[in-house]
Each structure stands twice: as C-alpha cells, then as structure tokens.
C-alpha cells in the first residue's frame, strides 16, 4: 500500500487527530493567556511580583515536558486536564513577559491622555493599553502557539496527543507513512497558525500598516 | 502523601542505583548523549554564527533557519529520524544536535549584529584587522548572549534527551518511558523528578557562566529585565 492510499483510508482519522490538536492547542494557549493576563495585572499593581513570578514561570519552563507529565499523571491520571495543566504551564513565560513588556512600552504620554480624558483605569486598559501592547502580545502568542503545537505531540504518551498520537501509533506499527504524514501535518499546522496571528495582529494594528505605507 | 513515599521508596532502593539499569548508569548516559550534542552543536553554530554576525552575510538564511527549527517539534524528529537511523542513540543524536543549531546560531549571529558600531570603529581606528576586532572586540561583547543561546540549547537538548527513551536510547527518560509502560507511579514520579532536577540545575550551571561571562563595563548598562538572558531568543521548544 503506498503512501497516498494510507491517507486516502486514514482521511477521517488524519482529520480527527488535526482537530483534536488543534482544540487541545486552542485550549492551552487560551488557558495561558487568561492566567498571564491576570499575573500581568498582578504585576502592574506591584512591581516586585515580576521576579517571583517570572522565576517560577521560568522554572516551569525549563521542566521537560516529559518529566512534568510523569509527575502529574499519578496524580491527575491520563486526562486532558493533565495534559491543559503542562501545556499551560509552558506558556506563561513567554505570555506574561511579552504582556508586561507590551503594557511597559506604552507611551506615558498616551496613557495620561486617556487619563485626562475621563477615561476609568479599566477602560484606560482595554481602549488604549492593550491595543497599543497588541505588537508584543501578537508576537508572544506566535511563538507560544507554535512551541504547544509541538509540544502536544508528547501529550500522545499520556493518551492525548491529536497528531502526535497518529505518529505514535505509526511508530509502535513501524508504520513510517502514518509518522511522516503525522510530523508533516504537525508542520503545516505551526505554520497556518503563525501566519493566522500574523494576519490577526495586522487587523489588530491597523497603525502599524498606516505608518509603514507612509514610508516614515 | 503517599505517591511522594513511593517516589522516595524508588529513589531510596538501592537496587536502583547499581547496574546498566541504574540511576548512576542511566544519568552518565543522558549526560553523554546531551553533552556530545550541544558540543557538535557549538563547533558547527558558533564559527557560522559568528561569521554571519561579523560580515552581515547570510543574516537570512540564519533567521529563517530558527523559524524553522521553532515549527518542527523534537519529538516529531526523533520519531522521523528513526526508520532512518534505527534504534538507540544514533537516533538521537542528530535529532539532538539539529535542535542546537538555531538558538545557537541565532543568538551568536544577533550578538555580534548588536554590537555598537561605535566599538567596532573604535578598534579599527586603534589599528586592529578584522579577526583582531572579532576576537577582542565583538565577542566579548557578545559572549553572554552566545552563552544565552547554548543555555537555552542545552536545556533544550536535556529535554530531549528525555524522550530519547522512546526511540530506545538509554537516559533518564527511560525510567519515565518504563514507568507509563509498566504503571509504576513510583517510578514514573521519581524518573521525573530526577529529569526536572537535572533540567534545572543545567540552567542554573549556565545561567551562573553567563554571569561570569559578562564583562564588568556591560554589567552596569544592561537592562534589569535580561537577567535570564533569555530576551533574544524566547523560543526554546521542546
């Protein structure tokens, strides 16, 4: 059987096993950001929670995937709650150091005209700040969206996985065409969704194109 | 807790820490296998990097290959390389040290690009050639990020290391690997435990060396915020 009569048998299967990566990707990078966005708050109110918390999502980071997943398991069991609880955590360094650098580079300036203007703190966060931080947030979703795509993958040995499970099936049945079409596949996706955030943040800024058409 | 006294009853037995399935044993081997890659690693990113850097040549090639080295996961490698390579470590291997390359190369390569030109004119009014102002000049500027860059392959490559065990090879993950196969929390809980611990004090040995590499005169300009040093290149995946 050649290669493309496997995936023209395994269509249904291929499609499942991309959208279950797509959804438990979907998940984690959601999942983090709500938590970084709310450490990044944490931080703006005080300033001296961003070592702690930066060490600790730092020190979460360098934990290998695979290790974290053995010290959870026992306790969470082979779930999807196990597998969302790692792939958050390896989101949220890149996530809240990208949101406070954001929220950091906004100009004073603009940021005491919204004041001046009547504008309440929340309303000075979700009309000005966080539009204008959307460049370093964009860019911190990009890689955080392309490193849990991967990562994923290893969520197969705790029985999640999406294509990463079709590859470990591939490989237990020495099938080598289930586990190239698998990493491709996982390729592809990484690269759809960083040119999907790309598109998304150009729609977000809209700024950032009038600028550069200006040739200023 | 009594998945913790499993753990420690694991780690405690000492028919775990002698022979080839041994903790000693398996820990030499993860080390080797990690080691030899960010050394293959370094002797090929580094004089490319750093050539890329001096001469501004090839500044593309360089930030399209650590694109793509960020969008292909290591474990879609290593399972990729296997029907080439076989079981064990010669699979492993080059899976381990493509995945030095980029960060590697790119913080080498934006190192020497972020040194100020005015420093490198400085040199060049002093009298020095080109090599004088690479060695004397930009890379002691640039070495806490090319530092950087190893720290965050080598943490990287430990990871790795990790899953190595799916494709045979030996390390510490087999001990993960075996514990999922055979259910045994114990185990499984004390194989990552050993993993985490070995991953973390990696980092902090090179977070150390990257102090130590800063030059005096640099570290009083740099930014509090780079103190992981990790800004360049916050794109490590596993």
């Not at chain 1, 290790?67 to 809240?96: D, Q």
């Not at chain 2, 370094?42 to 694109?67: D, E, Q, Y």
């Not at chain 2, 470590?89 to 960060?103: D, G, N, Q, R």
Request: net charge neutral; proline share 5%.
């Amino acid at each position: 059987m050649n290669a493309w009569e496997w995936i023209a048998r395994n269509i249904g299967q291929l499609a499942g096993a991309t959208l279950d990566h797509l959804v438990l990707t979907l998940l984690a990078v959601s999942g983090g950001l709500v938590v970084s966005f709310a450490l990044a708050l944490a931080i703006r109110a005080d300033r001296r929670w961003y070592g702690p918390l930066t060490g600790v999502a730092g020190t979460l980071y360098t934990i290998p995937s695979l290790a974290l997943f053995a010290v959870l398991v026992p306790v969470t069991g082979l779930s999807v709650l196990t597998a969302e609880i790692g792939l958050v955590s390896y989101t949220l360094l890149i996530l809240l150091r990208n949101l406070v650098a954001g929220l950091d580079a906004v100009p004073p300036d603009v940021s005491e005209a919204a004041l001046a203007m009547g504008l309440s703190p929340m309303q000075r966060l979700a009309r000005v700040e966080l539009p204008l931080a959307m460049p370093y947030l964009i860019g911190g979703l990009r890689v955080a969206t392309v490193t849990t795509i991967g990562l994923v993958m290893v969520t197969a040995l705790i029985g999640e996985g999406g294509l990463g499970q079709v590859m470990l099936r591939g490989f237990n049945f020495r099938n080598w065409t289930a586990v190239y079409v698998g990493a491709a596949l996982t390729v592809v996706l990484a690269f759809a969704a960083d040119l999907l955030l790309v598109g998304l943040g150009r729609i977000l800024t809209p700024w950032a194109r009038a600028s550069q058409t200006d040739g200023s | 807790m009594d998945l913790l006294e499993q753990a420690v009853a694991w780690l405690a037995d000492p028919s775990h820490w002698v022979g080839s399935n041994g903790v000693p044993v398996r820990l030499v081997e993860h080390l080797t296998l990690s080691g030899l890659a960010v050394a293959v690693g370094v002797a090929v990113a580094l004089p490319l990097g750093l050539a890329i850097g001096h001469t501004g040549r090839g500044a593309l090639l360089a930030v399209n290959l650590a694109n793509l080295g960020r969008a292909i996961p290591s474990y879609a490698l290593l399972l990729v390389l296997f029907p080439v390579f076989g079981l064990g470590f010669a699979t492993a291997f080059p899976a381990l040290v493509l995945l030095t390359l980029p960060p590697i190369l790119t913080n080498t390569y934006i190192g020497i690009r972020e040194v100020d030109r005015d420093m490198v004119d400085a040199g060049r009014g002093m009298g020095m050639g080109s090599v004088q102002i690479l060695a004397r000049v930009e890379i002691p500027i640039a070495l806490p990020f090319i530092v950087a860059g190893i720290r965050t392959a080598a943490v990287q490559v430990v990871a790795t290391a990790t899953l190595a065990a799916l494709v045979a090879g030996g390390g510490l993950g087999r001990y993960i690997v075996d514990g999922f196969a055979l259910q045994d929390h114990g185990q499984l809980l004390a194989g990552g435990l050993l993993v985490a611990g070995l991953a973390i004090a990696t980092e902090r040995l090179l977070a150390a060396v990257e102090r130590r590499v800063t030059s005096p005169g640099l570290r009083i300009a740099a930014p509090p915020a780079g103190r992981d040093g990790r800004r360049l290149q916050p794109s490590a995946a596993r």
